[in-house]
């Protein structure tokens, strides 16, 4: 019996271990192939198995307390969410990084930056401090990031006018831009350094467009501010619609994108028809 009582006894204890194993896989591929001290302490490690494992390349530290489990491998979205387990509870992707996430900007190797309320530093981060409103938070893809509107304010505190303006641009472009949202979270972030030019392109996005996209509407705004003559818009020259024309300098401009055309053909014509022009 006391044979059999102790084979009962490692089973168990071996169905026990594999069921945790298994546990902490599921939860590391959720959170990007990451678990933190806290979840393997909770899970039943100790901390001396966790050294054990640092030690047999079964975990690899990425920041202090948070380790990729498996090669170590992280993509950009590891990276991300690394940043955010390292920062602790309620903190989220933000500023330039959030941008990148939504694709308003490209991802670029400086520091990922992360908003948290307890504004914990960490090498290799950028932390801002100061906590986000559930308003302001969504969740994409299990990384807790700021709402585009909020990521455009936040933007806004930290480039210059230019750089902004193509980041609002890029989410109009992409669908993501919700003017109302970001009067809204502008009305919340009384005092925000990046308020005035951010409100400033919300009212340029929604003044009456002259043009028939917004690099047309560029074009006549670039006229009005150099003081050049404004050009006839959108009217027919030997035989094709142009978007401006100046009769007396036998001048044609297009404002064309890549974005407009969607597809290689359509924005080569178009080149080989500017050609002929």
């Known amino acids: 019996m006391g044979t059999l009582g102790t084979a009962g006894r490692g089973e168990r204890r071996r169905r026990a271990v594999e069921r945790r194993e298994r546990e902490l896989a599921v939860l590391a591929r959720k959170q990007h192939g990451l678990l933190t001290r806290t979840q393997l302490l909770a899970a039943g490690l100790g901390v001396r198995s966790i050294r054990r494992r640092v030690s047999a390349g079964r975990l690899h530290m990425v920041h202090r307390e948070v380790y990729a489990l498996g090669d170590g491998r992280l993509d950009r979205r590891g990276d991300w969410m690394a940043a955010i ?5 309620g903190a989220v992707l933000s500023h330039r990084s959030a941008a990148a996430l939504w694709g308003l900007m490209r991802a670029r190797s400086h520091p990922v930056e992360v908003s948290s309320a307890r504004g914990r530093r960490r090498p290799g981060l950028r932390v801002h401090e100061g906590g986000i409103s559930r308003h302001d938070l969504v969740d994409v893809a299990g990384i807790p990031v ?18 902004l303006e193509k980041a609002f641009e890029e989410a ?5 831009l919700r ?24 009212e340029e996005a929604r003044a009456p467009e002259f043009g028939r996209s917004r690099l047309e509407d560029r074009l006549l705004a670039l006229c009005r501010e150099y003081g050049l003559p404004a050009p006839h818009t959108n009217v027919e020259v030997l035989g094709r619609e142009v978007d401006a024309f100046w009769p007396e300098a036998k001048l044609t401009v297009e404002a064309d994108s890549w974005a407009f055309h969607r597809h290689r053909a359509a924005f080569e014509d178009d080149r080989a028809r500017d050609a002929k022009m």
């Open 85 to 89: 387990l390292a920062c602790g509870e």
């Open 146 to 163: 700021t709402t585009v509107a909020r990521t455009l304010l936040d933007l806004a505190d930290v480039l210059n006018e230019r750089q």
């Open 179 to 202: 003017t109302r949202a970001v009067e809204e979270v502008c009305a919340r972030s009384l005092g925000r350094r990046g308020l005035k030019p951010l409100r400033r392109l919300v």
């Open 172 to 176: 109009d472009r992409l669908g993501l």
